[in-house]
Structures are given as C-alpha cells and as structure tokens.
C-alpha cells in the first residue's frame, strides 16, 4: 500500500511542480522532460542490470511500431499536464484523471468490442452529461480535460497490450521521443529563446529534475502493482485527480462555479457508480472460480 500511495501522492503534487519552472514555456518543459527522463532511465538500466531485456525490445520492429504509439500519447499526455498546470487550468487538468477510467471503459467498447454492464453503462453516461455541463459553463470544450483523459487511456491499453517492463518501457519510450525533443531545444538555441541555462542554477537544476519526479512516480507504481489487487489499485487512482483537484481550488485559487459544480459532484457520482460495479463484477468472478485441488 505504501508504494501505491507514494506514486498516486507524486502525481498529485505535480502541479506544484511545473509552474516552478517558468519563465521555460510548456513545449520546452516537455522536451527537458523527456531528455532527462531518458538520462535518468539509462541510469536505472545500468544501476538494476536490465540491458539485456532493453536491447532486446529495439530488436522487435513490431514492438517497436507499438512503442511509438505509446510514445507519441504519453507525449500528448505530458505536454497537455504541463499546459494546464501552468495556465490556471490545473482543476480542468484534474477532470481529465476523473474521467480517464470512463474513457477507457469506452475504447474498450470501440478497439475491442466489449459489451458493459447496466451500471457501466449509467457511469459513462452521468460522465457524458457532466461534460456537456462544464462545456457550457467554460464556454468551450475542456479541451485539457479530454486531452489528458483520452492519451492516458490510449497509453493504458498499450501498455497493458506490450506488458513490458517499467524501466525498459519508459527508456524505449524516451527514446523514441528524444530526437524531437533535441531539435527542438536546439531550434530555441538558435532562436535565441531557450530558457535552460540562462536563469541561474535553481532553473537549471529543477529541469534537470523533470526526468527524476518522471520517472520516481512510475517505479514507486511498478512496485505497487505486484503487491496490490486491482481493486485497491483501481481505488488509489482517484487520489491523484483529488489532489489536484484540492491544489487548483486552495493553492491556486482557481474559481468553480455553480454548473461546474455540478458536473464535477456528476464526474464523482460517475466513478462511484463505476467503482462499484468493478468491486460487485470482481467478487462475482471470484465467486465462481473453481477451487484447485490441493495434492496430498
């Protein structure tokens, strides 16, 4: 439990994080993300011994294609994050880890043809109205809100499709992204517009830093994930969104009106519904599981 708290707790306190790195705008905070989520990651490599299971997956061009995929999501996810902590949007941001578990739940219907249950089906629909609600309050689509929750889905089920190693997920993911992340700090060099570098040490360090707060979160949830059942799992996910949620309203001072009230009490209403038909479904198949034998 405490490794799963730890990683969900990380993930919460990041929006107190990325406006710490201003005057460094969104796209550059990205790049020095995944650049250093790389260094970082080659240290692990090193450090645990997993060369070989690394090497081994750029080996695979049919993993590699997949790795892409997850790569250019996990990209989308990050800059989306990063946009909105940095932007007054942080309670938007928070929404989008509300509803990602609606939005999986429904690729799930379109990629594999599943069928849900009467309650799944209520939660993807008070999701569905809460989101038009907040539409029409904010005046626009929740634009981050749907970015973070959609790209986080997508990254879910390739991840769960590739079942690969934390570490060795993340380095090959970087990796792929690294390339584009260089040109593009290299373009701001030229541009004569990089931040890194030229507001002292302290902004220096904590970009630097990116790829450690990436990457702890990740192997804290790595270590969980073997020790945890689903269900607890599946329960730990809200405190992250929670947090942030709390931080957007206390720390940052972000307004919620009336409506939007309302379509967060109706997000919320959405997962407890969800939530439990995830426990009542899970206890049923226990339930049924034949017992295997014990040999004398």
Known sequence: MPFGVGAYLCWGLFPLYWPLLEPAGSLEIL?????????FVVGL???????TQFLAILRQPRLLAWLSLASI????????????VTHERVIETSLGYFINPLVTVMLGVVLLGERLRRLQWAAVALGAVAVTILTVDYGRVPTIALAVATSFAIYGFVKKKLDLGTVEGLGAET???????????????FDGSLVFGHEGWGNVALLVGTGVVTAIPL???GAAATRLSLTTIGLLQYLGPALQFVLGLVVFGEEMT???????VLVWSALVLFTTDAVQNR???SAIEPVEPVEM
């Open 31 to 39: 790049a020095h993300r995944v650049v250093w989520s790389l260094v």
């Open 45 to 51: 490599l090193t450090v645990t011994g997993r060369w």
């Open 73 to 84: 999501v996990i990209a989308i996810n990050w800059g989306a994050f990063i946009y909105g």
């Open 175 to 189: 990796m792929l992204l690294t390339p584009v992340a260089l040109a593009y700090l290299a373009w701001l060099t």
């Open 219 to 221: 192997l804290l949830f």
């Open 258 to 264: 009336g409506p939007r009230w309302i379509g967060f």
């Open 283 to 285: 206890r049923r198949r």
